[in-house]
T-cell receptor, first 113, second 113 residues
Framework: DGGITQSPKYLFRKEGQNVTLSCEQNLNHDAMYWYRQDPGQGLRLIYYSQIVNDFQKGDIAEGYSVSREKKESFPLTVTSAQKNPTAFYLCASSIGGDNQPQHFGDGTRLSIL | AQKITQTQPGMFVQEKEAVTLDCTYDTSDQSYGLFWYKQPSSGEMIFLIYQGSYDEQNATEGRYSLNFQKARKSANLVISASQLGDSAMYFC??????????FGSGTKLNVKP
């Protein structure tokens, strides 16, 4: 079954610690995205990548970093510089064409210990 | 600049009745796609329906239909015969050039028995 896998489902971060959220897709999609969602709010774009070895900052990139070394993988690192990381993080992918939707993973809930 | 506007933070509907969720968008592109997603309390994003900017007919998918008024730049979602399982957050999204997506702030729909 093709899809997007995010892991872990729940993650806890200590003060001053970097943590990495995994996102893997087997849909052969070129574009991948990371969103942050706070309770009761909409999705805010953190980073997105159109192709391997290339990525662009979204609206709230500060305190986050990404890499795109393989087409199927787009990990997100939440650094210690992100002072308020508690949120729900969604990874998505898409293929070109106006009629192609984004496909989403099931999300990772990150909390501060 | 806000590109997708959902003006209804929350709505109630009686079971078996129809409900319309509003969405307006802003773009100068000629070619774009409009999407609606459902997000249950569990967090996953479920793609519901798509409308292309060049489509002359309104899209329909089962109980979902999209009321597309291009001149008004609106893409309202209509859910017919509401069910209890329709209670969720609903997001309107627009896809523009370079696989870039823009999301509205969402509407929380509560279906009353």
């Amino acid at each position: 079954d093709g899809g997007i896998t995010q892991s872990p489902k729940y993650l806890f971060r200590k003060e001053g610690q970097n943590v990495t959220l995994s996102c893997e897709q087997n849909l052969n999609h070129d574009a991948m995205y990371w969103y942050r969602q706070d309770p009761g709010q909409g999705l805010r774009l953190i980073y997105y990548s159109q192709i391997v070895n290339d990525f662009q900052k979204g609206d709230i990139a500060e305190g986050y970093s990404v890499s795109r070394e393989k087409k199927e993988s787009f990990p997100l690192t939440v650094t210690s510089a992100q002072k308020n990381p508690t949120a729900f993080y969604l990874c998505a992918s898409s293929i070109g064409g106006d009629n192609q939707p984004q496909h989403f993973g099931d999300g990772t809930r990150l909390s501060i210990l | 600049a806000q590109k997708i506007t959902q003006t209804q933070p929350g709505m109630f509907v009686q079971e078996k009745e129809a409900v319309t969720l509003d969405c307006t968008y802003d773009t100068s592109d000629q070619s774009y796609g409009l999407f609606w997603y459902k997000q249950p309390s569990s967090g996953e994003m479920i793609f519901l329906i798509y409308q292309g900017s060049y489509d002359e007919q309104n899209a329909t998918e089962g109980r979902y239909s999209l009321n597309f008024q291009k001149a008004r730049k609106s893409a309202n979602l209509v859910i017919s015969a509401s069910q209890l399982g329709d209670s969720a957050m609903y997001f309107c999204a627009m896809k523009r050039r370079f696989n870039k997506f823009y999301f509205g702030s969402g509407t929380k729909l509560n279906v009353k028995p």
